[in-house]
């Protein structure tokens, strides 16, 4: 009985070994003399979680909040974290490991109002690495020591997520630009913290009910706290932040993206309609000539910039490729067909006939498309420099009606637009970045200013407005006579003498010249017209039916 009971006793050891082993093999983050977030971090399994060995996948994004838990950060040794608490933004990607029960977990945490200065704009970013223990649902991650530069598995998994690119896009587009963002690592207080400082985060994972909108995929909430002792000293660098965090269903960003490229195709789409129904209101050579060059290329350029924006948001996230190609394929179409078109109508339309030779007139042209480029290029150089007046330039390009409003008044000309170009342009133009900075959930996740979309609106309807009113009252309606020029009278008195019995050479009728005739026009070359038919052929040509001398406006 002797190696009976040795071998029992053997096998009770060893049996005690296998079951201990695994969850006993994960060697705390560090040993302290006091407790570690131990009332955030109970040991026990809650009765109604599942079973140890139903491991949870919590590979996700989650957001949430952050909160000093004390209620001013006064030991911390970084003066700039003058705010108490802000959002949190958690990226993480769980691997599981040869140890049965503890996953591997890289990630990001960015926290939000953190500094309350303009260096706040994406936040302070950690990066972290750590173990998650499943059966205990205890979640324990520390500062990532790695070079900057180095990328892991959780860079593989930020590069494929949709919610975080789209974030990334929308920081560098129209919040900070590439230089800031390097000013701002090098200058950064958590930059200076993640070299005197121990990250330290432990959190309980549990797992919420499901929801009718979530579909299929599972909400968990992540609740802990973050320490973070000094290196080279016996305290901490500031107080305990409590963090907690909420996965997000990704799926609902990218439906919100594709809505909002089926949004911006529909408006391409419109303006194409209503670029072709004012091309063929001012089909004439004198129509063309009055609508103003600089406001078609102006809004040619405006289009440019949308395409390229969308075609660089397609490329950065490849699982939206197709929809934001698609619509930076539909404003290429705008821009470089019709928009191209018309300029160049009006470009010839204003040239005098001289009978120019090929040769000049294909310098003529190149210098036009040299200006056209060369303003594309240089708003691009502006709107980096002056990135931080991204919104006062964005006002200054909606400002595409003044040169029209200007040269109306100039030439006095006569319904130069139709009034649907008028309308729908101004509502297919702002319609984008309304959307960007006035809606509080946009895909973006960009915060709404409410003022700035507040000038916009009246902004545009102010220049909307003046157009419409040189419609229908004249160009120059709400200009003060006194200041006006003089202008030339068709209407004019003249001496009847032999006139009498002239026919109109456009209809070929006979006027009435008689002293309370008002159907009688008189150009400056001394020739008698019906109001009607002048009228008419001023809209074809400016020139005089019968001698072919240029004539004022009317």
Known sequence: MGPMKNWNILFGLWLIFVVTWPVGGVRPLRQRPRSWGEEWLPLGKDENEVGPFSS??????????????????????????????????????????????????????????????ERDIRGAQIRLEGVYVWPF??????????????????????????????????????????????WNRKHSPIYEMEKRCNIEIAAQVSRLPPRKNDGDQEKYYLEGLMESPSVDEDVDCFSPVLLNATSINTDIYYNKAINYTLMVTFISFLEVLMLIRQMEYSNTQSGTAKVSLLMVGHQAIIDTYICLLHLTAGILVESLFNAFATAAFFKFVVFSIFEMRYLLAIWKANRPPNGESWEQMRRELSALYS??????????????????????ILLVLHSFWIPQIVLNVVRDSRKPLHVHFILGMTITRIAIPLYIFGCPHNFMRIEADRNWCICLAIFMGLQALILILQHYFGSR??????????????????????????????????????PRSNDCMVTPCEHFFHNSCLQRWMDIKMECPTCRRALPPA
């Open 56 to 117: 949870w996948n919590i590979t996700g994004t989650y957001r949430g909040n952050w909160k000093f838990l004390e209620s001013s950060n006064g030991t911390s040794k970084f003066p700039d974290f003058r705010n108490s608490n802000g959002n949190s933004v958690l990226e993480l990607i769980s691997t599981p490991t040869k140890i049965t029960g503890v996953h591997y977990i890289q990630g990001v945490i960015i926290f939000h109002d953190v500094f309350d200065n």
């Open 137 to 182: 649902r205890q979640l324990r991650m520390v500062a990532n020591s790695g070079k900057e530069g180095d990328y892991g598995q959780e860079d593989d998994y930020l590069l494929t997520n949709p919610y975080h690119l789209l974030g990334v896009f929308s920081s560098q587009v129209f919040q900070e630009s590439p230089r800031e963002k390097i």
């Open 371 to 392: 200006r056209f480029y060369g303003v594309l290029l240089g708003g691009v150089l502006v709107m980096y420099e002056f990135h931080k007046f991204l919104r006062f």
């Open 477 to 514: 309606c709400f200009i003060p006579r006194q200041v006006l020029p003089d202008k030339y009278s068709y209407y004019r008195r003249f001496h009847q003498g032999s006139n009498n019995g002239i026919d109109c050479v456009i209809c070929m009728t006979p006027i009435d010249l008689g």
